[in-house]
């Protein structure tokens, strides 16, 4: 099994008033290509701290993170910025859509920021707005969909760099349980499809869709747990 991101011995302080606070306490873990993982945990416990830095979006205060293979710990904000672009997709509890937009227009943002929206990009973006189900509303806004519609747009978005690991920090906690299911089904889909999903989720229901759930507590693994196999990675269509 190949590692989709590694790391060894991960340590997270933040400094509050001359106050030391141990975020992540040296944590140590292997995220496999094709999984879905739960990261659980009581407030407090590193969970999101630790997605930040899966994402880049933090550097630890000490320990290596390797992702596809590569030692992104020490990288400098524009290397870090290129990391996220190339390999990680991001799924917000509150979708984080401009509401001036049209569907199809924030599914285009990140290839805006990026130079890169041309007429191939463009098609693109159309495909995976049909593939999350909102083909018939490319033209509107934000204030126009359900809660559920809003976060299939923000899930599109984080699809439109082909990224290997699409991390979701509570992608359900909005949305009643009709809406939770079918966006539980479509990461499920997109997990079978070859991506690896990293979540943090405090619902055990939502956990339930995972392959595998790992616990924090006081900035250390408490548990971790295989609950479904690894599968046969599907071929990743050509874009």
């Known amino acids: 099994m190949s590692a989709a991101a590694r790391i060894v011995n991960l340590v997270k302080n933040y400094y509050l008033e001359g106050v030391v606070v141990e975020a992540l306490r040296g944590i140590t873990l292997d995220f496999y290509e094709?999984?879905?993982?739960?990261?659980?945990?009581?407030?407090?416990?590193?969970?999101?701290?630790?997605?930040?830095?899966?994402?880049?979006?933090?550097r630890p205060t000490s320990g290596q993170y390797y992702l596809a293979g590569r030692n992104v710990s020490q990288l400098d904000d524009d290397e870090l910025s290129e990391v996220r672009s190339r390999?990680?997709?991001?799924?917000?509890?509150?979708?984080?859509?401009?509401?001036?937009?049209?569907v199809l227009e924030n599914i285009e943002v990140p290839l805006l920021y990026q130079g890169r929206l041309d007429q191939r990009a463009r098609q693109r973006c159309v495909r995976l707005a049909q593939m999350v189900g909102l083909g018939d509303r490319l033209g509107h806004r934000p204030s126009q969909l359900s809660g559920g519609q809003q976060q299939r747009v923000a899930i599109a978005r984080a699809l439109v760099n082909d990224p290997r690991v699409i991390l979701a920090d509570e992608p359900t906690g909005n949305l009643d349980s009709k809406a939770s299911v079918e966006i539980m089904e479509?990461?499920?889909?997109?997990?079978?499809?070859?991506?690896?999903?990293?979540?943090?989720?405090?619902?055990n229901d939502i956990a339930a869709w995972a392959r595998r759930v790992i616990r924090l507590r006081d900035g250390r693994v408490e548990s971790d747990t295989?609950?479904?196999?690894?599968?046969?990675?599907?071929?990743?269509?050509?874009?």
């Open 226 to 239: 295989r609950t479904r196999p690894l599968h046969k990675l599907a071929p990743v269509p050509a874009r």
């Open 87 to 102: 390999y990680i997709g991001f799924v917000f509890q509150s979708y984080h859509l401009l509401p001036q937009y049209t």
């Open 34 to 58: 094709g999984d879905f993982v739960a990261l659980m945990g009581p407030s407090g416990s590193g969970k999101s701290t630790l997605l930040n830095l899966l994402g880049c979006l933090d």
């Open 186 to 203: 479509l990461l499920t889909a997109l997990n079978a499809a070859g991506k690896t999903i990293i979540m943090v989720t405090h619902e």
